[in-house]
C-alpha cells in the first residue's frame, strides 16, 4: 500500500514528479510511492487504481509547474489532477503542494476554480533541478516526521552507533569528583580500574610505576612513596605464605 501519492500534470511537471517519485522510492522503497506512469500495471483500470490509492496514502504531493494554474483542465470536473486533489481532502489525506523550479511562485488564490482555493493556502515545499538533491531530502524528511509510516520505512533513520569492541576499544568510565586528574591502572575484569583525584603517584598492580621528573623511582608489588610529615608509620608485608617475611614500622 503506498504511503505517498505523487499528483502531477502531464506537460507540466511531470519531469520533476518522475525524479521526486524516483528519489523518495530510494528512500522509503518502490511500494511506499504511487506515480502512475511506474504503479499502474498493463491492463488495470487506471481510473479505479487512481482513486483507490489516494483514498489509502498518508500524504498526496501535487507536484505544480508553470502552465499547471493556467491549465484549462482545472475548470473541467472530470479532470485528474483535480479530482485525485479533491479526492484526498474528501478522505482527510494531507496535500501538499510541491513547486516545481525556482522560478516558481506561490499559487494565487482568486486564479483557482472555488474548489481547489484551498490549495492555495496551504504551506508548500520546493523542489529545483539546481538544487535536486537538498530539496529532495528536505521533502523526504518532511515526510517522515508527517508519517510514522513513512518513518518506520525511511533508510536514512539514524541507527544507535555500536559499542566499539576490540583491543583498542575504549572501556573506562570516570566516577566521582574529577577535579584533579586520574590515572587508569589495572583492569578488572573487562573494565579499566579508574583512580579519580589521586593525591600522590598511585600503583594499584604489579610492576614498575614510573613518576614525573624529580619524583622517586619505585619497583615492586605494592610499592608506596610517602612525602612530608608520616604521623602514623607505615608498613609493609612481602612474600606469600610459609615464606620469608619483613615488618619495617
Known amino acids: ?147 510514522p509510516r513513512l518513518a518506520e520505512r525511511d533508510s536514512r533513520a539514524a541507527r544507535p552507533a555500536e559499542e566499539p569492541t576490540g583491543a583498542g576499544a575504549p572501556r573506562n568510565s570516570l566516577t566521582g569528583d574529577n577535579s584533579g586528574f586520574n590515572v587508569q591502572a589495572g583492569r578488572v575484569g573487562d573494565i579499566g580500574t579508574v583512580v579519580t583525584n589521586p593525591t600522590g603517584p598511585v600503583n594499584t598492580g604489579a610492576g614498575t610505576q614510573q613518576n614525573h621528573t624529580h619524583q622517586p623511582h619505585l619497583t615492586g608489588d605494592g610499592a608506596a612513596y610517602v612525602a612530608g610529615d608520616n604521623h602514623g608509620g607505615i608498613s609493609h608485608r612481602f612474600g606469600g605464605a610459609g615464606g620469608d617475611e619483613a615488618d619495617s614500622r
Open 1 to 147: 500500500m503506498p504511503d505517498i501519492f505523487v499528483n502531477y500534470r502531464t506537460g507540466d511537471g511531470n519531469e520533476t514528479a518522475a525524479l521526486l517519485s524516483e528519489g523518495l522510492s530510494r528512500r522509503f522503497g518502490e511500494e511506499a510511492v504511487f506515480f502512475a506512469g511506474r504503479s499502474i500495471r498493463p491492463g488495470e483500470r487506471f481510473s479505479g487504481e487512481l482513486l483507490k490509492d489516494v483514498r489509502r496514502c498518508d500524504v498526496l504531493l501535487a507536484v505544480i509547474g508553470r502552465s499547471w494554474l493556467s491549465h484549462p483542465g482545472l475548470q473541467n470536473e472530470d479532470d485528474w489532477v483535480r479530482r485525485e486533489i479533491l479526492e484526498a481532502w474528501q478522505y482527510g489525506v494531507r496535500v501538499i503542494p510541491v513547486l516545481s523550479g525556482r522560478e516558481m511562485g506561490r499559487l494565487d488564490r482568486e486564479a483557482l476554480p472555488p474548489e481547489l482555493r484551498h490549495l492555495a493556502e496551504l504551506q508548500s515545499l520546493r523542489i529545483a533541478s539546481s538544487s535536486y538533491d537538498k530539496d529532495l531530502t528536505v521533502i523526504g524528511d518532511e515526510l517522515a516526521r508527517l508519517s
